[in-house]
C-alpha cells in the first residue's frame, strides 16, 4: 500500500507516473539530475506516445510542469525541449526485469515531458525510461498506463491554460 500512496505523488508530478504502479518499489527521494543527454530529447511522437494540446506557450506549460513537480519534492531538469522528472527505482518486478534487465544498484526511473511549440500552443508528451548509468531502456506504455499519462498531462492543460486566461 506504501508504494501505491508513494505512485499517486509522483503521478502528481505533472504528468502522470501513476501507470508505472507496476513498477515494484518506486519510491524515494528525488535524485541527481539527469544528465544532457541524446536520451533526454523527447522521441518522435507515436500514436502510443501520450500527446495533450495545450492552448498556452510553451514557456508557460514548462513553469506549470516545474512547478507541479517541486510541489512534491522533486527536482526536475529542464532542457532546450523537456523537462525530466527522474527517481531512484530501488528494485526490478519481473515484467521490468524481462524488457530491461535485472535490477542494478542505482536504476531510475526517467519521465520526460516533451514541450513542443505548436501554433499558438504547446504539444506535451510524456515517455518513460528506466536507466542504469549510461544504459537507458524506453518503457512502452500499455493503454491503461497511457490513459493514466493522459489524464495527468490533462491536469496541466487545466492550470497552464487557467494562467493564460488570468493575464
Same mark, same amino acid.
Given at each position: 500500500?506504501?508504494?501505491?500512496?508513494?505512485?499517486?505523488?509522483?503521478? &502528481?508530478?505533472?504528468?502522470?507516473?501513476?501507470?508505472?504502479?507496476?513498477?515494484?518499489?518506486?519510491?524515494?527521494? #528525488?535524485?541527481? #539530475?539527469?544528465?544532457?543527454?541524446?536520451?533526454?530529447? #523527447?522521441?518522435?511522437?507515436?500514436?502510443? %506516445?501520450?500527446?495533450?494540446?495545450?492552448?498556452?506557450? &510553451?514557456?508557460?506549460? !514548462?513553469? +506549470?510542469? +516545474?512547478? *507541479?513537480? !517541486?510541489?512534491?519534492?522533486?527536482?526536475?531538469?529542464?532542457?532546450?525541449?523537456?523537462? /525530466?522528472?527522474? !527517481?531512484?527505482?530501488?528494485?526490478?518486478?519481473?515484467?521490468?526485469?524481462?524488457?530491461?534487465?535485472?535490477?542494478? #544498484?542505482?536504476?531510475?526511473? *526517467?519521465?520526460?515531458?516533451?514541450?513542443?511549440?505548436?501554433?499558438?500552443?504547446?504539444? /506535451? %508528451?510524456?515517455?518513460?525510461?528506466?536507466?542504469?548509468?549510461? =544504459?537507458?531502456?524506453?518503457?512502452?506504455?500499455?493503454?491503461?498506463?497511457?490513459?493514466? &499519462?493522459? &489524464?495527468?498531462? =490533462?491536469?496541466?492543460?487545466?492550470?497552464?491554460?487557467?494562467?493564460?486566461?488570468? !493575464?
Amino acid at each position: 500500500m506504501t508504494t501505491i500512496r508513494t505512485l499517486a505523488v509522483i503521478a &502528481a508530478l505533472g504528468a502522470g507516473l501513476a501507470g508505472c504502479a507496476r513498477l515494484e518499489g518506486l519510491t524515494g527521494g #528525488p535524485s541527481a #539530475p539527469a544528465p544532457q543527454a541524446a536520451a533526454v530529447a #523527447p522521441a518522435q511522437t507515436t500514436s502510443s %506516445t501520450p500527446t495533450v494540446m495545450i492552448n498556452a506557450p &510553451a514557456a508557460t506549460v !514548462r513553469e +506549470v510542469l +516545474v512547478s *507541479r513537480a !517541486r510541489s512534491r519534492g522533486a527536482s526536475p531538469t529542464l532542457t532546450a525541449a523537456a523537462v /525530466v522528472i527522474q !527517481r531512484e527505482l530501488p528494485s526490478t518486478n519481473e515484467a521490468l526485469a524481462a524488457a530491461c534487465g535485472p535490477h542494478r #544498484p542505482g536504476r531510475a526511473v *526517467r519521465v520526460v515531458l516533451g514541450t513542443e511549440a505548436a501554433g499558438l500552443g504547446t504539444r /506535451v %508528451t510524456e515517455q518513460r525510461y528506466i536507466v542504469d548509468g549510461t =544504459n537507458v531502456c524506453p518503457l512502452p506504455l500499455n493503454e491503461a498506463d497511457a490513459n493514466q &499519462a493522459v &489524464a495527468s498531462l =490533462n491536469e496541466v492543460k487545466t492550470q497552464a491554460e487557467a494562467r493564460v486566461a488570468r !493575464r
